[in-house]
C-alpha cells in the first residue's frame, strides 16, 4: 500500500523518468559541459596559444606573421575584417622578464584567416622600434606567443556607415584596411571604396599587389590615391607627392554619389593622425563620419625629472616602486619596469589598464575615448593615454598568471 505522500512523490517523478526513458532510447548523448559557455570560450578566449606558421617580407622594414593554434586541433577566434589582436612578446634574451603586450591589426580578411587557420599581423620595424624590432629579430617559424582574442571597433558596418567610404591610411597604417577592403568588396555590395595610402618610400606601400588586383577587378568599387613623402623615385606615375591633403580629401570625398554621406576612416602613425586630422577639419565633417585607429604614442618629450610611481596590484599585500619619465605614458613606464599590466588598445578606449589613482596627478593629451564619469568619480584612469604629473600611488589589475 503506497502512502499518499509517496503516491503524489511518484506522480511528480514519474515524468521525469519516463522523459530520460525516452531520451536514452534515442541513443542522445549529453554534453558535458552547457554549449554556451563552450562557444562564449571559442569566440572570445581569454587567451589564444598561437604560433607562427610562415613569414612573407613585405617591405625592406615590414613583414607579416601567419599566426596559427599553437594546437592544431583547435581553431582561431573568428574576427570582423578591422579588428586587432593583443600579442604578448617575449624577451628571448632574457627569459625572466615579463612579455609585452602590443595590439597589432589582422591584415588578411576573415575568409582568408578561416581558409588558412591562421591570423596576418603585419609588424613594422624602424629603428628606435622597441618591440616590432624584437619581433623582427626573434619571430621565426615555430616561435608561439600568447595572444588575446580579436578586438576593435574599426570595422565596417552596412547599417551605420556610409555607401562610400574613404580609407586614409599612413605607412603600416594600411594593414586593417587590406582586410576591410577584401572583405567589402566580396561581402558588402553596392559599397565604394577610395583608398589614399601615404608611404615615406616607393617600396612601403604594402599590399600593392593586392590592391592592384582590386583596382582591375573592381573599378567601379574601388580606387586608390597613393602618396609619397619621400625623395625618391616613384614606382607609379601616378603617385602623389607630400602629405596627404585637404584637396586630396575633397577628391576622394567627390567620389561618391553628390546625394549620400561619405565616410572617413583613418589608421597611422601619431604625426599623420595629427596631420589629416587637421586637413579632414577644412572638410567639416561631422564627427560622427570620421573613424580613427590610433594605436597610441608612448608620449612626448619632456625634460622634467622623473617621477616615483608606487605600484599596488589590486588584491595583493605586495607593492612596488618605479621611475616614470613625465614624456610617457604611465604604462610604457610599468613595462619599462617589466611589470605586466593587462592591455589591448593602448589608447584609453577598452578599457583593459584600467587602474585606480589612489595619489598624484595625471594628464591626458588626448582625452580616452573608454573612461566615463563615473570612472573618473571613483578615481580610475587609463594608465596607456596617461602622462605622469607628479609623484603617483596607483592601483592596477593583477594579470592572470598564466599568458
Ligand atoms: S589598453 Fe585599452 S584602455 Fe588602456
Redesign the pocket.
Same mark, same amino acid.
Given at each position: 500500500m503506497i502512502s499518499g505522500r509517496k503516491m503524489q512523490r511518484w506522480r511528480i517523478a514519474a515524468p521525469l523518468f519516463q522523459r530520460t526513458r525516452m531520451i536514452r532510447r534515442t541513443g542522445f548523448a549529453k554534453p558535458a559541459e552547457s554549449s554556451i559557455p563552450a562557444l562564449r570560450d571559442a569566440v572570445h578566449p581569454v587567451r589564444q596559444h598561437l604560433m607562427v606558421a610562415r613569414i612573407v617580407e613585405e617591405s625592406p622594414s615590414t613583414k607579416t606573421y601567419y599566426l596559427k593554434p599553437s594546437d592544431p586541433e583547435s581553431w582561431i577566434a573568428p574576427f570582423q575584417a578591422g579588428a586587432y589582436l593583443s600579442v604578448y612578446v617575449a624577451d628571448v634574451d632574457d627569459t625572466e622578464a615579463a612579455p609585452i603586450c602590443r595590439p597589432y591589426s589582422i591584415s588578411n580578411t576573415p575568409d582568408e584567416a578561416q581558409a588558412e587557420n591562421a591570423y596576418a599581423v603585419t609588424v613594422r620595424s624602424q629603428p628606435g622600434s622597441f618591440i616590432a624590432e624584437r619581433i623582427h629579430r626573434t619571430w621565426q617559424p615555430g616561435v608561439s606567443m600568447a595572444a588575446s582574442d580579436p578586438q576593435g571597433f574599426f570595422t565596417y558596418e552596412a547599417l551605420r556607415d556610409a555607401a562610400h567610404v574613404v580609407f586614409i591610411a599612413g605607412g603600416s597604417g594600411v594593414t586593417p584596411f587590406r582586410s576591410l577592403v577584401g572583405d567589402i568588396l566580396t561581402h558588402v555590395p553596392d559599397v565604394s571604396i577610395t583608398l589614399i595610402q601615404g608611404a615615406s618610400a616607393a617600396d612601403e606601400f604594402l599590399f600593392d599587389e593586392d590592391f592592384q588586383k582590386w583596382e582591375k577587378s573592381e573599378p567601379a568599387r574601388f580606387r586608390r590615391i597613393t602618396v609619397l613623402s619621400g625623395d625618391d623615385e616613384a614606382t607609379a606615375e601616378t603617385t602623389r607627392r607630400g602629405f596627404i591633403t585637404a584637396s586630396i580629401l575633397t577628391e576622394a570625398q567627390d567620389r561618391g554619389k553628390a546625394d549620400q554621406p561619405t565616410d572617413f576612416f583613418v589608421c597611422g602613425p601619431p604625426a599623420m593622425h595629427e596631420f589629416v586630422n587637421q586637413e579632414i577639419a577644412a572638410l567639416s565633417r561631422p564627427p560622427r563620419r570620421i573613424r580613427r585607429e590610433d594605436y $597610441?604614442g608612448s608620449g612626448k618629450p619632456s625634460n622634467k625629472p622623473p617621477c616615483s610611481v608606487v605600484v599596488r596590484y589590486s588584491g595583493r599585500d605586495d607593492e612596488v616602486t618605479i621611475q616614470a619619465d613625465p614624456g610617457e605614458t604611465v604604462?610604457v613606464a610599468l613595462e619599462r619596469a617589466g611589470l605586466i599590466v593587462?592591455? #589591448?588598445? *593602448?589608447? #584609453?578606449?577598452? $578599457?583593459?589598464? *584600467?587602474g585606480r589613482l589612489l595619489d598624484g596627478k595625471v594628464e591626458y593629451p588626448a582625452p /580616452?575615448s #573608454?573612461?566615463r564619469k563615473a570612472d573618473e568619480l571613483g578615481g580610475y584612469f587609463? /594608465?596607456?593615454?596617461a602622462l605622469p604629473l607628479s609623484d603617483l600611488v596607483m592601483e592596477i589589475p593583477a594579470e592572470p598568471a598564466e599568458l
Open positions: $597610441g604604462l593587462p592591455s #589591448g588598445c *593602448r589608447t #584609453g578606449a577598452c $578599457g583593459l589598464c *584600467r /580616452p #573608454g573612461l587609463h /594608465p596607456c593615454a
